[in-house]
């Protein structure tokens, strides 16, 4: 049986890790360096950064300092912000990158996913998708952190995601995000139980059972959690082995 995975989330501005609720009330969450360091140390699976400004102040994600993070890890790294061409990942890529997360971009232009997946393998395309229910009970896609509504369902672009060569969803609830009352159960289970891919469950994680929640109910192949980490209510050594009593399969 396959590993589950732990993935603490970097989200950047201004050189900084941040973290807000619901998108919104950014505050300072410490060194991204630092932080990067740390959870690796701590037996953290992979490590996601995440340049969230970047697509909306129309610029490139940090190249620089995706180079010092991955001098400073030895897990698997996954960047995004502002990525939308072949040269903005091999770019990356040789900065320390393993992964790259494609979110704008990709949906105003769903052929850039295919053209990534062809040139650098589809395990190294991971599609971002910020997704809200609405009032209708429907789950829509979201552009440029979370500040444009679609009127695309999250399942039917996960899906098309998928058909274009993306080798996995990282799919975060914004209704869900920093409130810590636990991970959008529902539409997580809908993409993991219907996609040939790994999803990585993001926003609302609080508590210790609440990762057991996402892995068990909603089947997520990871779960990625931000402020829980960076303020140190939850150590992953202790989730890890929390987990691992609750009989999910944990690497050590």
């Not at 469950?201 to 892995?215: E, L, N, P, Q, R």
Request: charged share 20%; aromatic share 8%; hydrophobic share 40%.
């Amino acid at each position: 049986m396959l590993t589950k995975r732990i993935i603490p989330c970097l989200d950047i501005k201004d050189g900084r890790t941040v973290k807000g609720i619901n998108f919104e009330n950014i505050r300072d969450a410490g060194d991204p360096i630092e932080l990067g360091a740390l959870y690796a140390a701590q037996g953290a699976d992979e490590l996601v950064f995440l340049d969230i400004t970047a697509t909306n102040e129309r610029r490139k994600t940090l190249s620089e300092l995706v180079n010092n993070i991955s001098h400073h890890i030895n897990i698997p790294f996954t960047v995004g912000g502002g990525i939308s061409s072949v040269e903005d990942v091999r770019v990356l890529l040789q900065n320390g990158a393993d992964k790259i997360s494609v979110n704008t971009s990709a949906f105003n232009n769903p052929a850039l996913l295919n053209q990534l997946a062809l040139e650098f393998g589809s395990q190294c395309i991971v599609l971002a998708i910020d997704t809200k229910m609405e009032p209708d009970g429907n789950w829509y896609v979201y552009l440029n952190g979370g500040r444009i509504k679609t009127n695309v369902l999250c399942n039917d672009w996960a899906r098309q995601g998928v058909d274009l060569g993306v080798g996995e969803i990282l799919l975060t609830s914004m209704n869900n995000d920093g409130t810590k009352k636990g991970f959008a159960l529902d539409i997580t289970r809908q993409l993991a139980t219907s996609l040939p891919v790994p999803v990585i469950a993001s926003g609302g994680a609080g508590t210790m059972d609440h990762f057991v929640d996402v892995f068990e109910d909603a089947r997520a192949d990871a779960a990625l959690a931000a402020s829980i980490f960076h303020y140190k209510e939850i150590e992953i050594p202790v989730l890890k082995q929390y987990l691992s009593k609750k009989g999910i399969f944990m690497r050590f």
